[in-house]
């Protein structure tokens, strides 16, 4: 369960930097 809240910051995370 932590592996899938870590995928989904870092996918927050690189959305944030594409904008």
């Known amino acids: ?8 910051s870092a ?3 690189f959305l944030k930097k594409a904008i």
């Open 1 to 8: 369960m932590k592996n899938h809240i870590l995928a989904m």
């Open 11 to 13: 996918l927050s995370s």
